[in-house]
């Protein structure tokens, strides 16, 4: 009997999804245009771990030549090899990286669980705590950024708080500043929170990042979206040519200041590094 339930117990393990023979896959967690993330167990460490699968843009394009492959996937492995090197308290840590089976590129994160994102951890605090949230926020793009890397998808989603700590998450869009145009089409990322260069398309910045920023902190201190609208064409209208309604903001001067600048619509215009903000 004790032998057959060891048997039926070593069938389930084999049969359980894995990825790069190390990572079992126990649920997906979420899934969006660069690829899916899954709950997953390190079987080396028995540690519970997020494992993204990353699926590369041209995969969708059959005219693309093995060679354009074969450079994508060099230069995603030089990102990754980066990625992995980040080490900032509110960044999650990207612990190993690699290619499975079918050659598709995946890496695994440190996992954060029973987190809130900033808006919702933020909604309804004092001032001064929402504050200190997007200070967490704009130290981790300034670590990034230092560093050479854009975020190019930041959003509420992508900013996770638990135990009062700011983890800055989901790299799958992120590109080296000296190679903004690899792999990755320039109008990549979230259209709430694109900012207006990057949607007339141009390349994303660190600039384009900070406007990111400023739109999460005002729909953190609003209590909505600078450009609410389900109308995609009147959305677009609105990040292009319209400034936000800044009398929904805190009656402090300096604040709304901050993010009239955050999100001014020319990129010139805007704080030109993190610790300009962080500054003011």
Do not use: C, W
């Amino acid at each position: 009997m004790v032998g057959l339930k060891v048997v039926n117990l070593m069938a389930v393990s084999t049969e359980a999804p894995m990825i790069g023979r190390r990572y079992i896959l126990n649920r997906p967690l979420g899934h969006g245009g660069m690829g899916a993330v899954y709950h997953a167990t390190d079987r080396l460490t028995g540690t519970p771990v997020a494992s993204k699968r990353v699926t590369p843009p041209n995969e969708a394009s059959p005219t693309d030549s093995t060679s354009d492959s074969q450079d994508y996937r060099i230069a995603l492995a030089g990102e990754f090899k980066v990625l992995s090197s980040l080490r900032h308290p509110n960044i999650i840590s990207v612990i190993d990286y690699g290619f499975d089976d079918q050659r598709q590129p995946y890496y695994t994160m440190e996992l954060v669980e029973n987190a809130q994102t900033i808006i919702e951890a933020g909604a309804d605090r004092p001032l001064v705590e929402q504050v200190g949230l997007l200070v967490q926020m704009l130290q981790a793009l300034a670590y990034l950024h230092r560093r050479g890397v854009i975020h190019r998808d930041l959003k509420p989603r992508n900013v996770l708080v638990t135990g009062g700590q700011v983890k800055v998450l989901d790299f799958g869009l992120s590109v080296m500043a000296e190679q903004a145009g690899v792999g990755v089409g320039s109008t990549a990322g979230t259209l709430a929170y694109m900012a207006p260069e990057v949607l007339a398309g141009g390349q994303a910045s660190e600039s384009a990042d900070l406007y990111a920023g400023g739109v999460i902190a005002y729909e953190l201190f609003a209590g909505k979206h600078p450009f609410d609208s389900e109308d995609v064409g009147t959305l677009l209208n609105n990040v292009l040519y319209v400034p936000p309604d800044m009398d929904l903001l805190s009656s402090d001067t300096q604040l709304r200041l901050v993010l009239e600048r955050l999100l001014a619509k020319s990129r010139e215009s805007r704080y030109r590094t993190a610790n300009e903000v962080l500054a003011e």
